[in-house]
């Protein structure tokens, strides 16, 4: 589907931020690093800069990988009967409660089960519309809420990979961590753009000229080092970053639209990043598949 489509739907997220071309938010210069060749800077810096309160990782049902569907009793999902109401981002009551509940309880992040149609629920609503093949959009309506009776499973990347892993699908733009061979979380991405660039930036003192392809590569990776908080990269920063590839990091951002928009990095939505450092561990393969069509 069209870039132009998504990105209609995308600018309903209340997350605060507008997005420019590459990654970051407009007149705040925070922009990811996505460089697919390691460049020589100083050592990574912390930036002591507030972030959202820290949670515990979210406890979700497992959720059996059929690549058809999901197989409700064997992963032990009580059924579920919609409420049919059609919601839209600021929404309230209890159908999207139950929308929240739903969504967590299938290893989506939709934020606090608090009856509040807001952005974080929007990109949970995202991601699950992307792996059911609905067309993602602002609104749960009658083909959302069948999907959410008897939804389908993530489609598997990497048939024999290892039981604990994550799998990015640059073509839907959503990750899925495995834990034990089980789907423990699915959430939207934005990954890298495409589009060459050329930053400056100041970097030890000095004015610095930064270029790259602003691509995601396809690949088999494993988590390396991460950093807790917001990071200092030398294209700006990231938070929660744990890095697979180089410079190329899942990290935390304020802007993750409804197409690939970043410097190279995976992007996550906020509440993502905060409960996948506690998911996710080093040495983790990292499978990156597929290619985004606009």
């Given amino acids: ?29 925070q922009v990811d690093t996505g460089a697919t060749r390691p460049v020589a800077v100083a050592a990574p810096v912390s930036v002591p800069v507030s972030a959202p309160a820290r949670m515990e990782p979210t406890r979700v049902t497992p959720v059996a990988a059929t690549g058809t569907g999901v197989r409700a009793a064997a992963a ?7 409420p049919g109401r059609t919601l839209k981002p600021g929404s309230r ?32 609503v995202w991601a ?19 999907a959410l009776e008897n939804p389908k499973a993530p489609k598997v990347l990497v ?18 961590l495995y834990s034990g061979g089980e789907v423990k979380l699915i959430s939207h991405v934005s990954s890298g753009s495409g589009i060459p660039y050329t930053e400056y930036a100041m970097w030890n003192g000095k004015r610095t000229k930064f270029t790259g392809s602003a691509r995601t590569p396809t690949g088999d990776y494993k988590t390396t080092w991460r950093r ?27 802007s993750v639209p ?3 928009a970043s410097h190279g990095c995976v992007r996550l939505p906020m509440k993502v990043a905060e409960i996948l450092p506690g998911m996710l561990g080093t040495g983790v393969p990292v499978h990156v598949r597929g290619k985004f069509v606009r």
């Avoid at 030398?234 to 970053?241: A, C, D, F, H, R």
């Fill in 1 to 29: 589907m069209g870039a132009r489509r998504w990105a209609a739907a995308a600018t309903l997220v209340t997350v605060g931020a507008v997005t420019v071309a590459g990654c970051g938010t407009a007149g705040t210069g």
């Fill in 159 to 176: 048939p024999r990979g290892k039981p604990d892993r994550v799998e990015v699908n640059l073509a839907k733009q959503i990750m899925v």
């Fill in 128 to 146: 699950f519309q992307k792996v059911q093949g609905i067309t993602p959009t602002s609104t749960v309506a009658s083909r959302t809420w069948r």
């Fill in 258 to 260: 409804l197409y690939p």
């Fill in 93 to 124: 009551g209890t159908e999207v409660k139950a929308l929240q509940a739903r969504l967590k309880e299938l290893g989506y992040v939709p934020g606090p089960l608090d009856g509040q149609y807001g952005g974080t629920t929007q990109m949970a």
């Fill in 228 to 254: 807790s908080g917001w990071h200092r990269s030398y294209l700006g920063q990231l938070y929660n970053p744990i890095f697979f590839n180089g410079g190329i990091a899942l990290h935390g951002a304020l």
């Fill in 76 to 82: 032990g999902l009580a059924p579920f009967t919609a």
